[in-house]
C-alpha cells in the first residue's frame, strides 16, 4: 500500500535530518527516504566547525545564517542530549588561524558583524597552542567558534527523529519526483510510491539529478574531500587550527581530524594517496606532536558544491509544493540549522523568517527552467 505523508524529504543527511525536526515540531507528519543510511554521505564525513573557513572571503548571506545557527547551536545540543542522552558534543575551543594575509579584510569584516577576532603574536599563539611546530609572528584568532562531532550529532538526531514519531525510510532510493497539474504529489521510490502535499529535496551532491526530472536544472555538483584522523591523547592539540587551507580539529577524547582536499572529480568517494600525503604534511607542519601518533583512518566524502558561495533554500518554480534544501558545500553544518528553519517557514508559509529568503532562492543565476 501506498504510504501518505504530510511533508516528505528526500535525503537524509544533516540537511533532511535538520529540516524534518523544524517540521514534526510544527505538527506534520513527517517521512524521510534515504538511499542509504541517514547522515552516512557527506554528513559523516565532515569535520563539524561551526564557521565557514576564512568566513569574510564569503557573501553576506552566508555570514547572515551562518550567524544564526551558530547562536542556535548550543540549544540544539542541550535539546538532543536531554531528549536522546547522546551528546553531539558542541565544543567552543576557538579557532586559530596562522595565515594572515587578508587580515585587514578580516578585521573589517570581523567589525561589520560584531564577531570576536583578534590579530594575535607569536607568544599568545603559543599560550593558546603549545604545540605549535612555528608559530607565526601574526595569526588570527577567532575564539568563539565551536564544532560538533559529525557522527555524535547524526545519531542524536536519529534517535531524536525517532522519538518524535518521524518516519525513517532508509535503503530506499527516489527515483523520481511525482507532479500533476503544476504540482508535487509525491514520489517514486524502488519500493514504490510514496504521495505527499510537500517535499522537500535535500539530496546533498545528487540533488542536480532529482530536479532534473521535473525540468529544473541547478548547479549542484559534487566535490571530493579527504580527510584523515590521528589516534592522539586529550591536550595534544587544544583549538582548532588552520593553515594553507589545512585545518586540525581536536575531539574531546583526543582523536584529530585533518582535513581537507578540495576535489572535482564526479561521484568518485575513492581516496588517494597523493591527499593522504597532503594531508599528513600539513598536519605535522602545524602540529609536529602528532608525528608520534598512530595515523587511524582516511576517509573521502562528496560535498554538494555550489559555484557562488550560497546554498539553494526555497521553492522549485513551476511546482507547487516541491522546496529545495542543498548545495551547502563546505558549509553544511554550519547553515544547516538556519537553512532548516529558514525552509521550514517558506514552507509552511510563516510571515516571519529567520533571514531574508530572496538571496537563496533558484534564480535564473543558479538555476536554468528547461
Ligand atoms: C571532508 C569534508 C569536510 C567538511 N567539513 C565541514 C565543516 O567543518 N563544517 C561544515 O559546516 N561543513 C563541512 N562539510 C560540508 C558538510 O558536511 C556538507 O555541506 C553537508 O553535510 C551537506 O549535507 P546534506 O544533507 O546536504 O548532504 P549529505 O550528507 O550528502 O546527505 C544527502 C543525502 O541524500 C541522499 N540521497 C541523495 N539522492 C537520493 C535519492 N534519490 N533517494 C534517496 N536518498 C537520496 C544521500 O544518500 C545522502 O545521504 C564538510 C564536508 C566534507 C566532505
Sequence with gaps: MNQTTDCLIVGGGLIGMLTAREMVAAGLAVTIIEKGCVGGESSWAGGGILSPLYPWQYPLETTVLASWSQSHYPQL??????????????TQCGLLMLDVDEAEQALSWAQDHHQSLQMVDAEKSLQLEPGLGCPPAAALWMPQIAQVRNPRLIKSLKCDLMGRSVTLRENEEVLELLCQDGRVTGVRTDR????????????????AALLKGVGQEVKIEPVRGQMLLYKAQPGVVHRMVMQHGHYLIPRRDGHVLVGSTVEYVGFDKSIT?????????????????????????????????????????????????????????????????????????????????????????????QAVMQ
Design 77 to 90: 545540543a542541550e535539546e538532543l542530549i536531554a531528549g536522546t542522552g547522546i551528546d553531539p558534543e558542541w
Design 273 to 365: 594517496s597523493t591527499a593522504r600525503n597532503e594531508l599528513q604534511k600539513a598536519a605535522l607542519m602545524m602540529m609536529p606532536k602528532l608525528e608520534a601518533y598512530p595515523l587511524i583512518a582516511h576517509w573521502a566524502g562528496l560535498r554538494p558544491g555550489n559555484r557562488n558561495g550560497l546554498p539553494l533554500i526555497g521553492p522549485v518554480p513551476g511546482v507547487q509544493g516541491l522546496f529545495i534544501n542543498s548545495g551547502h558545500f563546505r558549509n553544511g553544518v554550519v547553515l544547516g540549522l538556519g537553512s532548516a528553519r529558514l525552509v521550514s517557514d517558506l514552507m509552511l508559509e510563516r510571515t516571519a523568517m529567520i533571514v531574508d529568503p530572496e538571496p537563496y532562492r533558484i534564480t535564473g543565476e
Design 192 to 207: 514504490g510510491k510514496v504521495s505527499a502535499p510537500l517535499v522537500v529535496a535535500a539530496g546533498g551532491a545528487w540533488s
